[in-house]
Every structure is written in C-alpha cells, then in structure tokens.
C-alpha cells in the first residue's frame, strides 16, 4: 500500500509561485506514475499534470501548460509541482497521487491513479 504525504500549500499573491512536495513510503517509489490533481470549491477534481515511473515522459494540461511543471526525485521518494504565475483559478485543494504501475493510462473516462495523498490547500489572492 502506497501513502503520499503533500506539503507546500499556502496563501500567495496572483503571479506569485508555490512548489509542492509529495512524499511517497510503503512501496519502491520508482515502480509508480505520480500525478497532481487539484479541486477548486464546488467544482470536481480535476488531472493537473502527470509524470511516468523515470520522469522522462511528463503531461501537463493545457490550463497550466507554461505555468507549472512536474518533477521527481525517485532517490528522495518525492514528486513535486512547480507552480509559477500563479492565477486566481488556480485556487483549490492539491492533492498528489500515485498510480499502480510506472506510466499514466488513462481509459473509459479515469486514469489509473488509485493512491492518493490527503491534500493540500492553495489560495491564490488578488
């Protein structure tokens, strides 16, 4: 079983940055894909950007493409979200999640992230 701690989140200015930290235990932390989710309130959880097992395959969507960048360190067990130019929209819940095996899939309508962090909050202010 795998658990993820997030850290990081905090309240920051419009155009301002924030750096998310997941931290993974419980299982080689090289066998899985990591992905960020975010939920805003009252919307639903949404895929932000995902990285394969090597973090040399990387995706991210287009409303962040540009802006925030995902990484890893296998050897520190720890996937991160780097959030730059940050917008009002990008206000939510970050939640990192890990997947069952080492390359994002994504099919009948979910992807294939079934362990998840217990989130952490990001306020962007005008």
């Known amino acids: 079983q795998v658990q993820l701690v997030e850290s990081g989140g905090g309240l920051v200015q419009e155009g301002g940055a924030l750096r998310l930290s997941c931290v993974g235990s419980?299982?080689?932390?090289?066998?899985?894909?990591m992905a960020w989710f975010r939920q805003a309130p009252g919307k639903e959880r949404e895929f932000v950007a995902g990285?394969?097992?090597?973090?040399?395959?990387?995706y991210e969507v287009d409303a962040v493409k540009g802006r925030f960048a995902i990484s890893r360190e296998n050897w520190k067990s720890t996937a991160y979200l780097q959030m730059n130019r940050l917008k009002l929209s990008d206000t939510g819940v970050y939640y990192c999640?890990?997947?069952?095996?080492?390359?994002?899939?994504?099919?009948?309508?979910?992807?294939?992230?079934?362990?998840w962090g217990q989130g952490t909050q990001v306020t962007v202010s005008s």
């Open positions: 999640a890990a997947a069952d095996g080492p390359y994002m899939e994504y099919n009948g309508g979910r992807y294939n992230f079934n362990h």
């Open positions: 419980g299982r080689d932390f090289s066998e899985y894909a």
């Open positions: 990285i394969s097992w090597s973090g040399t395959s990387t």
